[in-house]
């Protein structure tokens, strides 16, 4: 008898259980996004126009991202891939291909971040945000112009320089000096880059990734090769902080938002997807993290002063390229700064 | 029946204990193996693996892994980790030795109280404390704008960013770990061991280096584990307070995980590494029992 009731309990408490999982999981989100980049006032807006809460757990280098994604912790229904991870995704067909009559506001997106070369079909997709790699000035304490990668690593600013803590940009500049095409690493021009990056890590007072503006307020260091993001904080902070685009050419990255194999609630992710491609919510992204809004209805909401401001909307584009999937490449690019800044 | 019954009485006295002692232990022992074993395994059988482009690993077996730990680049940057390790020890052990023995001479009710303030620092979290070094070693940061005030210096002294802002982190970060052992031991020592050396003729310096130090050496040696081991692996405070301009071999098995998507590589370097700490420990742990 009493076994009964017992099973019967643990029958009823099970149902129970699966129940409200259930009824929990289409009603969360699990986003896995970079750390600072989704203001809080936007997914709390979210929560309450669709009532679906959002688990935003974040990373800070998509590096980090895919070995996370792919060690399979949380079944993400959302990442936010760079460019690059996002092709890798693709190729590897880990990526589901979005369903666009769930994303009426695709259209608020302007041509130029559409159809890129890690998406050219836009199956997988949609841009976020993007920005570029600069150098930034301070131009109260560097009195000469400073235009391109060689002006910025010249011997008179040793000491002086804070770079992003990221292998490949390193390269990217290098490659760009001598005149190859950014994506072009191979054991050969590694080679040829070698002696320059070796006297450029000399240079380098500080390697930082995750907030390179901070060294440039502090006044620890004068000049910076940051992303434009962190640049156009800067010039919000203070004019006096320039940003230039090399000119031998500069690395553009898109930050795209995705939804990968395996996911729970993917149309919760559509739903979060549109909702980000509204011009207003858009704007607050942009109001909070000054980078290239991709989204042209948004833009027309901004502030003149926040398009002015030159690390967000660079008035030249010259020379942009995007990164693209390199293969296992990366670790001979990790060996040689490695090797390099060993020998500092 | 009573030649049975004794063996048996006995045997449960003695049983009983072992039975007790596994049934505490089981929580530790779970523990151990989930977040310890396990892991270790898992380490070892992926050090002999390769990767595909994505940084998967592939179940295939190579020793490539192994090959390229003892490539000189790598060698290098462990010689210096231990180099960096080793200093941050004799520091903390030359800041440490005094402040523990001082705690350890103090009434009780003192002593509690000095020892709360070692242990205040951990409650903040790590990371927040060693930012507020960076605020204070920075150029405009307190250390220096108060020599600048005080006319010591004229201009900024490039402070953060630096070996020794590396060495700052670590003292800092690891002087408690040196501190408790020690006082640990300098606490249980009878002062009367000590008047007795004086009594027989030993100096300061004399009764110091033959009764104080032998009789607080388990302390020291504890707390000199304590210190060096996690100190070689550090990687944060070489990233914020050094700049990341020189590895450490924290930095490079941490870059093969989540940068050069070569984890095969980063637990090959890992599985030398456990091996080096474990070799470490056995010296020092062998010099330990013949000094005693």
């Given at each position: 008898m009493s076994t009964r009731i017992v099973r019967s309990l643990v029958g009823a408490f099970l149902a129970l259980t699966f129940s409200l999982a259930a009824s929990a999981a289409s009603k969360e989100l699990n986003l896995f996004a970079w750390s600072e980049y989704v203001p809080q006032s936007v997914l709390d807006g979210f929560t309450k126009s669709t009532g679906i809460k959002v688990n935003y757990e974040t990373f800070a280098s998509g590096e980090e991202m895919l070995a996370k994604l792919l060690a399979g912790g949380t079944a993400y229904d959302l990442i936010q891939p760079p460019d690059y991870i996002a092709e890798a995704l693709i190729k590897n067909k880990l990526l589901v291909p979005l369903d666009?009559?769930?994303?009426?506001?695709?259209?608020?997106?302007?041509?130029?971040?559409?159809?890129?070369?890690?998406d050219p079909e836009q199956k997988y997709t949609i841009p976020y945000m993007a920005s570029t790699v600069g150098i930034v000035v301070n131009s109260e304490r560097v009195k000469e112009p400073v235009t391109g990668i060689k002006d910025l690593f010249s011997p008179k600013y040793k000491g002086r320089i804070v770079t992003v803590d990221d292998g490949r940009e390193l390269v990217t500049a290098a490659l760009y000096v001598l005149g190859y095409p950014l994506n072009d690493i191979n054991a050969k021009n590694l080679k040829e880059a070698r002696p320059l990056l070796a006297q450029w890590i000399k240079l380098i007072k500080l390697f930082d990734s995750?907030?390179?503006k901070t060294a440039l307020l502090n006044g620890d260091v004068d000049l910076g090769y940051v992303w434009g993001g962190e640049a156009a904080l800067l010039w919000n902070e203070n004019k006096k902080f320039i940003y230039v685009l090399p000119k031998e050419g500069a690395h553009q990255f898109v930050d795209v938002l995705a939804v990968p194999k395996g996911a729970k609630n993917s149309d919760a992710a559509h739903a979060f997807i549109d909702y980000l491609l509204r011009p207003e919510v858009s704007k607050i992204i942009s109001d909070e993290f000054p980078y290239t809004n991709p989204n042209g209805e948004a833009r027309k909401l901004l502030s003149p002063e926040q398009l002015a401001n030159p690390a967000s909307?660079?008035?030249?584009?010259r020379k942009l390229d995007t990164f693209r999937h390199l293969g296992d490449s990366g670790a001979m690019i990790d060996e040689l700064i490695t090797d390099l800044k060993n020998a500092k | 029946m009573q030649a049975l019954a004794i063996p048996d009485a006995e045997n449960l006295h003695a049983r009983r204990p072992r039975l007790w002692g596994w049934v505490l232990l089981a929580p530790l022992v779970a523990w151990l193996v989930a977040f310890v074993v396990v892991p270790m395994v898992i380490l070892f059988g992926y050090s002999f693996c390769t990767r595909d482009d994505l940084g998967r690993v592939v179940f295939s077996f190579t020793l490539e892994n192994y090959g390229r730990v003892f490539d000189p680049i790598y060698l290098r940057i462990l010689g210096r980790s231990i180099g960096f390790a080793a200093v941050t020890t004799v520091l903390c052990v030359a800041i440490g030795y005094p402040v523990a023995w001082y705690i350890a001479r103090q009434p009780e009710r003192i002593r509690d109280k000095l020892l709360l303030l070692v242990m205040i620092?951990?409650?903040?979290?790590f990371l927040i404390r060693t930012y507020a070094w960076i605020a204070i070693l920075k150029n405009e940061g307190l250390l220096n704008g108060m020599l600048q005030y005080v006319g010591l210096i004229s201009a900024p002294l490039p402070l953060l960013y630096t070996p020794a802002a590396v060495l700052i982190g670590l003292v800092y970060a690891y002087l408690p770990f040196m501190i408790l052992p020690i006082y640990g031991s300098a606490e249980k020592l009878d002062n009367a061991l000590v008047e007795a050396a004086h009594d027989l003729g030993a100096g300061p310096m004399r009764a110091f280096s033959e009764v104080i130090i032998p009789l607080t050496w388990p302390g020291i040696t504890a707390g000199m584990l304590l210190v060096f081991v996690p100190a070689i692996g550090m990687f944060a405070i070489t990233d914020l307070m050094g700049g990341a301009q020189v590895p450490m071999i924290g930095n490079v098995i941490q870059n093969q995980f989540f940068?050069?998507?070569n984890a095969p590589f980063g637990a090959a370097l890992g599985v030398v590494f456990t091996l080096m700490f474990v070799l470490a420990y056995a010296l020092v742990h062998r010099r330990a029992s013949r000094t005693r």
């Open positions: 666009y009559k769930k994303l009426p506001r695709f259209k608020n997106l302007l041509p130029a971040f559409l159809k890129m070369p890690h995750d907030s390179p909307y660079p008035k030249d584009t | 620092p951990f409650w903040t979290s940068r050069a998507r």
